[in-house]
């Protein structure tokens, strides 16, 4: 066990691994980064993001720096797991998950990058999937939802194969420019559906402890 117990958090299917993304895991995803294997284009995030910096060095550190902020807020309000996404044990990108008011609504939404060369074989649907089990089976969710620009076709048909419902749209900028989202709702009934009996969790009980998941807990 380390001394942080929510590094240990794992979810494991056939052919991926969510793992607690640790400072030496960060260190092995961080030559993607600065190689620019997050990108998409169209441009898939909205601002403002350290994924769109364009010095190399500068990009790496402020993407640390981000995870490091968002691992220290952990409020009843918003709390976010990193997960670096690992096959056949290489370190190819991140699948977040992130709680917001679950302690009183049970809802939680996601952010995730694949590195480019990665990139349409499945993994990406994957990784959600593992993801939305930890959410509904482990921490039992309510809802999850997901924002994407229309044309980012990846995350949008992920969302539709995974069983999430058109839930409207919503403007946000990339890059300065304004961009339509659509945003996406899963419910628990929907996932239910689409539930998988080949995903293990590991060591979630360090949710139960460290993370506000009830209105009781502090
Ligand atoms: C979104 C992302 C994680 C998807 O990963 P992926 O491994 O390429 O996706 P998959 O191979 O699992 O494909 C899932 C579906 O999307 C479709 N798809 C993927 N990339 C596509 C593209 N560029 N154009 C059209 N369809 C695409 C696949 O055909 C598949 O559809 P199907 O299930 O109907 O066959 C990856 O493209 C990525 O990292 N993009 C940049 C970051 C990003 O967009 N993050 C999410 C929003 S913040």
Aim: glycine letters at 8%.
């Amino acid at each position: 066990m380390t001394s942080y117990p929510l590094f240990d958090v794992r979810v494991s299917t056939p052919t991926l691994e969510l793992r607690g993304a640790t400072d030496d895991l960060l260190g092995e995803l961080a030559h993607l980064v600065r190689a620019g294997k997050t990108h998409a284009d169209p441009p898939p995030y909205d601002d403002p993001i350290s994924l769109y910096e364009p010095d190399p060095d500068l990009r790496v550190a402020k993407w640390m720096r981000s995870i490091w902020r968002g691992r220290g807020n952990v409020e009843p309000a918003k709390w976010r797991l990193y997960f670096v996404v690992v096959v056949d044990g290489r370190p190819v990108g991140m699948q977040d998950l992130i709680g917001v008011d679950f302690a009183a609504l049970g809802t939680v939404t996601s952010f995730s990058w694949l590195s480019v060369d990665e990139r349409g074989r499945g993994l990406g649907h994957e990784m959600r999937a593992a993801m939305l089990h930890l959410a509904f089976e482990g921490l039992g969710a309510k809802e999850a939802s997901s924002d994407a620009f229309v044309d980012n076709h990846g995350s949008n048909s992920i969302s539709r194969a995974l069983g999430y419902e058109p839930n409207g749209s919503d403007w946000a900028t990339r890059l300065g420019e304004p961009g339509l989202l659509n945003r996406w709702r899963l419910t628990r009934a929907n996932w239910e559906q689409h539930r998988r009996n080949d995903i293990n969790l590991h060591n979630i009980e360090s949710c139960q402890t460290y993370l506000p998941l009830t209105q009781n807990s502090h």
